[in-house]
């Protein structure tokens, strides 16, 4: 009777700040009915999951090839033609939608927990130059590296890596142009962190892969026992 209770006041408390603060679906912006939601079941049902981690040389993987010694890669969400996607890592990242973030990253540990992916020591967020943290407020890898972190129960270590350079953005250059763009902006303190460990790399988008390439290789002077990849979406370069 008294649980009955509880659950009457709580539910009448969120339905009166529902109203005088209606939140919505981070995906299509309807609104929803429980405070704990984040996307509705619509949204959530609709975005498209790549399912690369159970596909050993996906076409990520095939991406990194040559270019630096990547043991694993994988997205959660294809990005390319998908609105809702886009919308995510739009709200994520220029609404600050931290919620959002960290609920994307325990969906992900809920896919990834029979995988190799669970079986990491560290998770390490692609650092964004200081300049730009301040300026944003926070890394959008962040909140997505916490839910990870959460769901997986893997430490996270976002002060060894840092990004010494504060290169321009990446979005409208081509492959070779990125590359020049990030080659050396990275670099690691403390190293003694990463030697024989197994690092989970963190970023939110994959596009040609350039500057999880620069961070994958800044690490690689520390002597990891292997590094692998993990973002929310991936985007066609
Ligand atoms: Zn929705």
Same mark, same amino acid.
């Given at each position: 009777?008294?649980?009955?209770?509880?659950?009457?006041?709580r539910r009448l408390y969120y339905d009166i700040i529902n109203l005088l603060f209606p939140i919505v679906c981070a995906g299509c912006g309807r609104k929803l009915f429980f405070? @704990?939601? #984040?996307?509705?079941i619509t949204c959530e049902h609709a975005l498209p999951k790549t399912n690369y981690h159970r596909m050993p040389w996906n076409p990520i993987e095939k991406k990194l090839v040559g270019r630096c010694e990547i043991h694993r890669a994988s997205a959660l969400y294809f990005s390319e033609k998908n609105a809702i996607v886009r919308s995510l890592l739009y709200s994520l990242k220029y609404k600050r939608n931290e919620i959002l973030g960290r609920h994307l990253g325990l969906l992900f540990a809920r896919? *990834?927990?029979?995988s190799i992916f669970? $079986?990491?020591?560290l998770i390490i967020p #692609? /650092?964004? @130059? /200081?300049?730009? $943290?301040?300026?944003?407020?926070?890394? $959008?890898? $962040? /909140?997505?590296?916490?839910? *990870?972190?959460?769901? *997986?129960?893997?430490?996270?270590?976002n002060y060894s890596v840092y990004r010494k350079i504060?290169? /321009?953005?990446q979005t @409208?250059?081509?492959?070779?142009?990125?590359?020049?763009n990030v080659a050396g902006i990275f670099d690691v303190r403390e190293n003694q962190n990463f030697r024989d460990r197994k690092i989970l790399?963190?970023?939110? #988008?994959?596009?040609?892969?350039?500057? *999880?390439?620069?961070?994958?290789e800044a690490i690689h002077q520390c002597k990891p026992k292997e590094i692998s990849i993990l973002t929310i979406a991936v985007a066609s370069s």
């Open positions: 009777m008294k649980k009955r209770k509880i659950s009457f006041f405070r @704990h939601e #984040v996307l509705c896919e *990834l927990k029979e669970a $079986q990491y020591d #692609v /650092p964004l @130059h /200081p300049s730009k $943290q301040r300026m944003r407020g926070f890394n $959008q890898c $962040q /909140p997505f590296a916490e839910g *990870l972190s959460e769901g *997986l129960g893997i430490e996270i270590n504060a290169n /321009p953005s @409208h250059l081509n492959r070779a142009d990125r590359w020049d790399l963190i970023d939110d #988008v994959i596009t040609t892969g350039s500057t *999880l390439e620069a961070c994958a």
